[in-house]
Every structure is written in structure tokens, then in C-alpha cells.
């Protein structure tokens, strides 16, 4: 079927847009940064013991001012060298410091490869040097770093999950440990983009939110943007997850087993071809299997909290191949299968399935400063529900790949990145309405973005500038969407930092349930329609206005304070606002269907989608305290919501007006071996819709010669004012005590035991307005989990 005149213009108007961007990204790729007056090192920073990265770590020139922190690959590159003779160092905590000589000439580019030792000297305050140094020179805006040490800190359920600690960031809001969900800054969680080692994972949380599909083990390092992130990132309105994982050990056989009260985990790693520091290479592997047997363990340990058990079960595998270069280059190769699945009885079964392959690669061309970096990766995703009076389930299911390439130049402590990326995929819905009739919807859409940013550090570290571009098009809807991005940071000085960040987002996925549900474990994905309605009111009191996009749009403006009180404490206090300009949801006041016969009728009773703005905005502040053995964490999030479908304002199901976190760790005993930890959390009520009363609600399904007398009728509910109602508050202590023994330098036993819940707190999961029955969260859970690393 050709295309319209119409779209073939927007089209071409996006690839004349697009002409000037690929031949900026063409110049920059053979742009030689090398003056002929100075010099570069560029390089690589491994651990000596298994050859993986050494993260955020700073290498430099003693004496002088020269010098750059490694990246999530272990990589630095110094440049603008005067030719001399130096003596480069490179710290870190816990092994020895390593000297070098090196003798820079002119126009000389030299790239090395470092291995640390571990050492008996903890050099704690020249990692505190360190951070200083990415505080100064990062904007940090809205970022929260994560490895799997800060992981540790937490009490965990079983082994310790980037879940658990996802729920006690700034800013995110979580709906429960059954079937919860992360909302983050006023975004729900189809406007959160999870990546991992580049590939987009769909859903990365299990139905019951004390796990995710991630295996804190494998975990090298996780950026959680949680609004104002730049132009690499696209297709999201609210917020980004970029997860990457470790390599497998470079250099011997290494295993963990554990076992707890809740499932079994199972890791390997190893080399296939050994790595040797003046060797040509090496190949390493990483598998991880975890697996829960909750349902069949809660009928023995917890039938005070279901007699028929927990029906909460998962089974997670990945696994991954690298193959690392003599030069610092590498190709990934890796693959996950992840299932899922809860059975309510007498409510309904949920089955999940997800899986994805991919690859990522870095490659460092020789004679050239410019780091290449890029991914290709397919994953899908299906979830299935059945209630007892379905005679067939209902189904979601999203599938698709994706692909970048990315380009860095460094210019001094300066960058230069810009790249490009596609996504392609497929969205299926089916499911039988209540008249009876089968529904299935199936969309295929092509999205391609390119962008470009910049970051520069003023010489007296006063300023850092973030400036970014990126260009997306959605293909489907045949709309290009120019969106700019700007982040900046202002060093008053070396302990008082102030930061900004804005930017425009879009997105073309939506969710196909909707987000006034207040519990939906059905979360399924559709591509954006594009039969929207022809007009809108976009606030209230305001004259309806002609509907110019059918994307969804935000606007992020966030601005910021983060200041070192003292040597061991930090303090981080950020405001934002997020203006949703376009948000498309699931109308659940339709009516009519949207044919001929009912041309005359508005959109608002008979199209199956409509349009709403919305904004959020709030205050977050965090405290922490980190010195030797003690440990402690202080989140406090003040937030609004609000939305407009057109006719009438209310607040979402996730408007928690206060959200408190307190997180502590004190390791104890003459070697170490004891850890005691505890976490606190207060969440204000959510939005509920009240019951304003009830009446027979007849089925009239049989036409105009049923018996209306002799119908059975069942109850009917009559709703109040939608979300005008505040759930009690939420409030949970978590305690948790890990021993951990090693019998060698290799073999290490670890015992942790715990209780979530600790004193029993009521907190409500959801009411049935029928039976009058209410559900709880999870109750007093005691667990234990014992690990062998060897």
C-alpha cells in the first residue's frame, strides 16, 4: 500500500534533518585529536587476581594536574600531554598502588594495559580523593550509581537484589511486595527504560517485588537516571536503568552456591582461554541460574501467612561469553531466559516469559583517540492471564531488537559523544471483552534516534556543561520528534556543588492496562495508536485545542544542591518537575464503538484510548554517613501528582505524598567477619477510589426475549469521586545479621539470616469492595540463606 503524500513529506523532512547529523558524526569519527606539541596515554586498569575492570578510579601523572578516572570498562585516556618525562600512578582501595615511568613525545598516542595487586593497606582516603574528583567533574544529576557492595549494605531476603535496593532510592515510589511496581518521579514503570549490557529488558521485576530478574553477582555496575538523563538515552519519558554486567574471571575457575528459605542460586565463571598479562588475549565465561521454590516452602515455614502457600515462583538464567583483545578491545556475547508466574486461587493465574540474546563490543582503533562502543541485541517478552470465568486467557506479548553505535573523543578532560541507534519490534493483544467478543491488536513499528553531546570542564573546575541533541523517529506514526537536553554544575567549591538538568522526552509505547488500577499484575505493552482523538482540552479551564502529536511528551527541569558536611558525610538535595504534556491511557469510560453509527458521539465515550497531561514535581534529600565499619543512609521524597483526561483532575494511583528511608550497617568483630543491617520504610497512603454504594447489576446478554424477571443478579458497585480516598499508611522495619568465614583465600562461607516485616505491620495489598475482604502485603518473614563461594 503506497504511503500517503503526507507522510512521505515528514518523512523526507526528517531525513534532510538527519543528513546534517550523519555527516557531523562522519567528520568526528576521522577526527584526529593529537596536537603535534602534546602527547596521549590511553588504557586499560584490570585487577590482577581475575582480570576484570578496575571502575571510576584515577589515573594520573604525580605532580602535575594531569590525569582521568577510568570508565565502566576499566578505560582512561589522558591527552594534551606536554612531552616530558612522568610518573603515572593509578590507587585503589584495597590493592597497591602501581608506579610507571613514561616518557611522553609529541604527537605520540601510547596505550597500556594495568593490573592491580591486592594489597593488606586500605587506602580509604585516596578513594575519598577519587570521588572527589568524579563530583568536581560529573554532573550527577539525578543518578544514582549502584554496585553490588552498596547492595550488601541492605538486610536481604535470600540472596541480596538490586530490588531491595532499588526500593530505597530518591524519588521512587514502590506499590508493595506482591505485585508491586516501581514509579519513579511521576513516571510509571512502561515510561522507565531497563537496559541490560545494552539490550532493552521489558519487565525486570518478578510479582513478588522483593526480586528481580538480576543476579546482584553478576552485577558490575547499574545507572538509575531517575529524570534530566541525555541525549544517548531515548524512547522513555521518565527514567533510564542501564545495567551492565561483569566479565567471568579471566584467570581460574571461580562458583557460588546458596540456598535459602525462599530459592537456590547456582554461578560459574571461568576462562576458556586463559588470561596472560603479555598474552594475545583471553575468553571467559559467566553463567547464573537462580530458581525459587517459595510456593512449596511457604506451606512448611509460612502457613501463618497462607495456608496454601506463597503463589509466588520464578526461575532466572543468563549467561555470557567475552572475548577480550591484547589491545583493551572486546566482544560480548550474552543471553538470559527469565519465567515467572503466581497463582491466586479462586482469582486467576499470571504467567510470565521473557527472553533475549545480544551482543555488545568496544573496539579501540589504533593511532586514534576515539573510543567505539556499540550493541545488537533481540529480547521478547509475554504475559498471560486467566481468571476462572475466562474461557481463554488474556495475552500481552512484545518482541523486537535494537542496535546503536557510539562514538567518544576526548579532548583534555572534554568529551565528544555521538551516535545513533535502532529499535525495531512487534506489540499483540488479545483478550475476550465482557459482551464476549474476541480482541486482538497487533502493531509492528521501526524507531531510528541519532544524537550528540558534548561535556566541558572549565580549567578551574568551576563549571561542568553538559549540552546534548538527540533526533528520534518513530516510523509507526510517521512523526520525527527534535529533542534538546542540557545538564550543568556549579563548583562554589570543592564541598558545595549546585547542578541543573532539563530535556525534552518522548515515547511510543504505552501500557495495556491502565495506570488507575491499583493493583494489575496483567502489565502488557502496545505501541502508541495512532487513532487518537482529533481534539483536546490540555488543562482544565482551558478551550480544546487541535491534537499536533500522538507521541508521549514530557519536559524534565530539575535543579540541585550537594555539599560535603564533613570528610564522611554527604548531603544530596534536588528538586524537580516534570511537565506530561501528551500521555495516552486506556479510556475506561468508553461506551460505544468508534464506527459510523456512532460518528456523532465524542471521542471521550467511544474511543478505546485517550489523551491526558499531567505533571509531577517534588523535593528529595539524602544524607549518608560512610566511614569504616559503620554505615548509614537517610532518604526523605516529598511528591505531587496530578492528572487531566479532558474532563476532570485526580490524582494517580502512585501519589505518595511522603516517602521515608532509613538504612544502616555496622561491621563488627575482631576480623570483620559480622554484620549487622536494618531498613526502615514510611510511605503515606495511596489514592483509592471509594465505594459510594451498591445495586443488582443484572446480566442482560440474552437479548430482547430473555426473562428479565428470572435473572440471578449479582452486586454491583457504586464509585465515588475517582481517587479521592487516601489506603492507611505503609511503614516496614527489615532487619538482617551476615557471619562470613573463609576457610582459604579462595573458599568463603557466608550465613545470613534475617526478618522482613519485623513487628508485623498490617499493610493493606488490596480490599475487595464485594466480600468486604481485605488482603495484606507479606507478613513477619523470617529467612535464612547460606552461600559457599569458592
Known amino acids: 500500500m503506497p504511503l500517503k503524500i503526507t507522510k512521505f513529506d515528514t518523512f523526507m523532512g526528517f531525513m534532510n534533518k538527519t543528513r546534517l547529523i550523519v555527516f557531523l558524526l562522519l567528520s568526528f569519527a576521522g577526527f584526529q585529536l593529537v596536537s603535534q606539541t602534546s602527547g596521549s596515554v590511553r588504557g586499560f586498569v584490570y585487577t590482577k587476581d581475575d582480570g576484570e575492570p578496575v571502575l571510576f578510579t584515577i589515573v594520573y601523572f604525580k605532580g602535575t594536574t594531569q590525569g582521568a578516572s577510568t570508565d565502566i570498562n576499566g578505560f582512561f585516556n589522558i591527552n594534551k600531554i606536554p612531552a616530558g618525562t612522568y610518573t603515572l600512578t593509578i590507587s585503589y582501595m ?84 506482591q505485585g508491586g511496581q516501581l514509579y519513579i518521579r511521576g513516571g510509571t514503570p512502561i515510561q522507565n527504560k531497563v537496559l541490560l549490557d545494552g539490550m532493552i529488558v521489558y519487565n525486570p521485576f518478578h510479582s513478588i517485588g522483593l526480586f528481580s530478574v538480576f543476579d546482584n553477582d553478576i552485577i558490575r555496575n547499574a545507572d538509575v537516571y531517575t529524570g534530566g538523563f541525555g541525549a544517548e538515552y531515548g524512547g522513555r519519558i521518565s527514567s533510564i536503568m542501564d545495567i551492565t554486567t561483569r566479565d567471568g574471571n579471566k584467570k581460574r ?55 496454601s502457600g506463597l503463589p509466588f515462583g520464578f526461575t532466572d538464567l543468563y549467561g555470557k561469553v567475552s572475548f577480550n583483545a591484547n589491545n583493551g578491545s572486546k566482544l560480548n556475547l550474552f543471553g538470559y531466559n527469565f519465567s515467572d508466574f503466581v497463582k491466586y486461587p479462586e482469582i486467576a493465574d499470571f504467567q510470565w516469559k521473557s527472553f533475549g540474546a545480544g551482543s555488545n563490543f568496544v573496539i579501540i582503533p589504533p593511532g586514534s583517540s576515539t573510543l567505539v562502543e556499540g550493541n545488537f541485541a533481540y529480547s521478547q517478552y509475554g504475559i498471560s492471564a486467566k481468571t476462572p470465568s475466562d474461557t481463554i486467557p488474556k495475552t ?92 550543568m554544575k556549579y563548583n562554589l567549591k570543592k564541598t558545595v556543588r549546585f547542578k541543573l538538568a532539563s530535556g525534552v522526552y518522548s515515547q511510543n509505547l504505552i501500557a495495556s492496562n491502565s495506570d488507575r ?56 538535595i534536588e528538586g524537580y518537575q516534570k511537565w506530561f504534556t501528551h500521555l495516552t491511557n486506556v479510556n475506561r469510560d468508553k461506551i460505544f464503538e468508534d464506527d459510523v453509527a456512532h460518528t456523532t458521539y465524542p471521542d471521550s465515550v467511544k474511543k478505546d484510548f485517550i489523551v491526558e497531561t499531567g505533571w509531577a514535581r517534588g523535593i528529595d534529600f539524602v ?57 526502615w520504610n514510611y510511605g503515606s497512603g495511596f489514592p483509592f477510589t471509594q465505594t459510594q454504594g451498591f445495586y443488582p447489576k443484572l446480566n442482560l446478554n440474552g437479548g430482547i426475549d430473555q426473562d428479565y424477571a428470572g435473572i440471578n443478579s449479582n452486586v454491583g458497585y457504586i464509585p465515588a469521586g475517582l481517587n479521592e480516598g ?33 513487628y508485623n505491620r498490617a499493610n493493606i495489598f488490596y480490599f475487595d469492595r464485594i466480600t468486604q475482604k481485605r488482603k495484606d502485603q507479606l507478613p513477619f518473614l523470617p529467612n535464612l540463606n547460606l552461600s559457599i563461594t569458592f
Open 94 to 177: 584495597g590493592y597497591d598502588t602501581l608506579y610507571e615511568t613514561i616518557t611522553v613525545k609529541a604527537g605520540d598516542l601510547q596505550n597500556k594495559k594495568y593490573y592491580l595487586t591486592k594489597g593488606a593497606v586500605q587506602l580509604q582516603e585516596f578513594t575519598a580523593t577519587a570521588a572527589q574528583q568524579s563530583k568536581l567533574e560529573d554532573t550527577k544529576v539525578s543518578v544514582n550509581k549502584i554496585d553490588p557492595t552498596v547492595i550488601n549494605k541492605l538486610p536481604s531476603i535470600g540472596e541480596p537484589d538490586l530490588a531491595q535496593y532499588m526500593q530505597v532510592l530518591p524519588g521512587v515510589v514502590f506499590t508493595g511486595d
Open 253 to 307: 575457575f571461580e562458583g557460588k552456591v546458596s540456598a535459602s528459605t525462599f530459592g537456590v542460586k547456582l554461578l560459574a565463571e571461568g576462562p576458556l582461554l586463559k588470561l596472560k598479562e603479555n598474552g594475545k588475549g583471553s575468553i571467559s565465561y559467566l553463567l547464573s541460574g537462580k530458581h525459587s521454590y517459595l510456593p512449596q516452602s511457604s506451606k512448611v515455614l509460612y502457613r501463618y501467612a497462607d495456608t
Open 396 to 487: 500481552s506479548d512484545i518482541n523486537g531488537f535494537n542496535m546503536g553505535l557510539k562514538f567518544t573523543n576526548f579532548i583534555g578532560k572534554d568529551e565528544i559523544k555521538y551516535g545513533f541507534e535502532m529499535i525495531g519490534f512487534r506489540t499483540a493483544l488479545a483478550y475476550r471483552n465482557e459482551f464476549g467478543s474476541n480482541i486482538r491488536q497487533e502493531e509492528n513499528t521501526t524507531e531510528i534516534g541519532g544524537f550528540f553531546k558534548y561535556k566541558h570542564v572549565s580549567k578551574n573546575k568551576k563549571f561542568v556543561i553538559e549540552p546534548s541533541l538527540r533526533l528520534h523517529y518513530y516510523a509507526s506514526l510517521s512523526e520525527p520528534s527534535l529533542e534538546p537536553r542540557f545538564s
Open 517 to 572: 488500577d491499583v493493583v494489575n499484575l496483567f502489565y502488557g505493552f502496545l505501541s502508541g495508536p495512532d487513532n487518537l482523538q482529533d481534539t483536546y482540552i490540555p488543562k482544565p479551564g482551558a478551550e480544546s485545542k487541535e491534537l499536533n502529536t500522538k507521541l508521549q511528551k514530557s519536559l524534565h527541569l530539575i535543579g540541585g544542591v550537594e555539599f560535603d558536611v564533613f570528610k564522611n558525610i554527604e548531603v544530596n
Open 623 to 679: 544524607v549518608k554517613y560512610d566511614r569504616k565499619r559503620f554505615y548509614f543512609w537517610v532518604t526523605y521524597s516529598l511528591g505531587f501528582n496530578q492528572r487531566w483526561d479532558g474532563s476532570k483532575s485526580y490524582k494517580p494511583i502512585w501519589d505518595r505524598r511522603h516517602n521515608v528511608n532509613l538504612v544502616t550497617s555496622y561491621t563488627f568483630g575482631k576480623k570483620k567477619r559480622w554484620e549487622a543491617n536494618a531498613r
Open 726 to 758: 487516601r489506603l492507611p499508611q505503609y511503614h516496614r522495619l527489615d532487619i538482617g545479621v551476615k557471619f562470613k568465614y573463609s576457610w582459604t583465600d579462595r573458599v568463603i562461607l557466608e550465613v545470613n539470616g534475617g526478618i522482613s516485616n519485623t
